[in-house]
């Protein structure tokens, strides 16, 4: 292991981690009701999201690949979600109210003073307590969005055109 990190840097680690969960999102992302070409020809907005809750973040990627034509990159915490903006640039900013080491606020202000990141929009909401509660449903598969989630995905839309 500390051959591993004296031969690779953590930013050369981290940034091929990203690149390879990028290239597994898209890889899973076609639905079985599209044909490929569909799916190469649908507006792809990639979308940061970074909540501290895992059951909920993974819920909530699982919805917006669902039922739209985003993806997903999740960070768990606060210096994650920095070291993601180094390496690409997201089309929007979903950050929970409530992180570990400062609110969503104080990460928005931080990560719009990023390079390249000024002009991204973020939403900012309770993602844990707004979210939590669909977590322990039956599949996502086998049941339909309840309005809430339908508004929701609504707005990201809307911050994405």
Known sequence: M???WKRF?????FS?????MAELQGAFMLHSHESFSQEKTRS???ILLVTTDVQVG???QQVIDRETRHRVLLAFHEQQALRVVEEVKPD???LDY???EKSGFALYEQLHTARRCADIP???SPLRKRFARYVNLPSLEARELSSELERFLSTLEELLV
């Open 16 to 20: 091929l981690l990203v690149t390879v």
């Open 92 to 94: 929007l900013f979903l």
């Open 58 to 60: 993974s819920f909530l």
């Open 122 to 124: 973020a939403f900012l």
């Open 98 to 100: 409530e992180l570990v």
């Open 2 to 4: 500390a051959f591993f």
């Open 44 to 46: 792809l907005h990639l």
């Open 9 to 13: 840097s953590e930013r050369r680690v």
